[in-house]
């Protein structure tokens, strides 16, 4: 079966650093995702991953390698509206869209 | 702005009486989906349309039936909606299917059935 594994939920303080862990079995591999979505909101695109290495974008970075199945989003200068729910997701061979359950961060002053 | 728009954003509805929830998209994209969320799950697909090429998930129970009339408009009917059909619905879109494109979500209609 396909499978996308991520936390259920992280804790973190206002101005830290926070890394978000994903793991993924899939039948294939065409990319992954990182949506962030808030509470009674619509997801909505962060970053897309095809190739191994680091994607670097402002506060936000995410990290790929396809070898062991796992990606990881990286938040710098947390800040409290990036309170929300960051969702992990896979597009397979037939290029449908796995989805994780997604990680609620909680963001404390 | 371009976007996917999702009317209403709120709905509420009797058990068993039928239901519809409508999605538009200003995109021009070719691709429409469906997706169920309950809370703190993960989207789960419930239908997408490739142009007018209807494709529906395995999974997907028969009380849910979706239309495409063009390319801008996309429904969702529940036929006789159960306490379980209580969620948000999320309709999205990306430009082709068969590629890396990222899907446009719109706000989603939070659904309550009593």
């Known amino acids: ?109 | 702005d371009a976007m996917v728009i999702q009317n209403p954003r709120y709905q509420v509805t009797q058990f068993g009486k039928p239901v519809t929830l409508s999605c538009s998209q200003t995109l021009n994209h070719n691709v429409m989906y469906w997706y169920q969320q309950k809370s703190s799950q993960a989207p789960k697909l419930l239908f997408h349309y490739y142009d007018k090429d209807f494709n529906n998930e395995a999974d997907t129970p028969d009380n849910f039936q979706s239309r495409r009339p063009n390319t801008s408009f996309c429904f969702l009917d529940i036929r006789s909606p159960g306490l379980g059909d209580a969620a948000m619905y999320l309709c999205a879109t990306s430009k082709e299917r068969g590629t890396s494109g990222e899907q446009y979500f719109g706000p989603g209609t939070r659904l309550t059935v009593t």
Not at chain 1, 24 to 37: D, V
């Open chain 1, 1 to 109: 079966g396909q499978n996308i594994d991520q936390p259920t939920e992280m804790t973190a303080t206002e101005g830290a650093i926070v890394q978000i862990n994903c793991t993924y079995q899939t039948s294939g591999f065409n990319g992954l995702f990182w949506y962030q979505q808030h509470a009674g909101e619509a997801p909505t695109f962060l970053s897309y991953n095809v190739l191994d290495g680091l994607e670097e974008k402002g506060r936000f970075s995410s990290f790929l390698s396809r070898s062991k199945g796992y990606s990881y989003l990286l938040l710098k200068e947390l800040q409290m509206k990036d309170s929300a729910s960051y969702l992990c997701a896979v597009l397979d061979s037939n290029y449908q869209l796995i989805w994780g359950a997604g990680t609620k961060l909680i963001i404390k002053p």
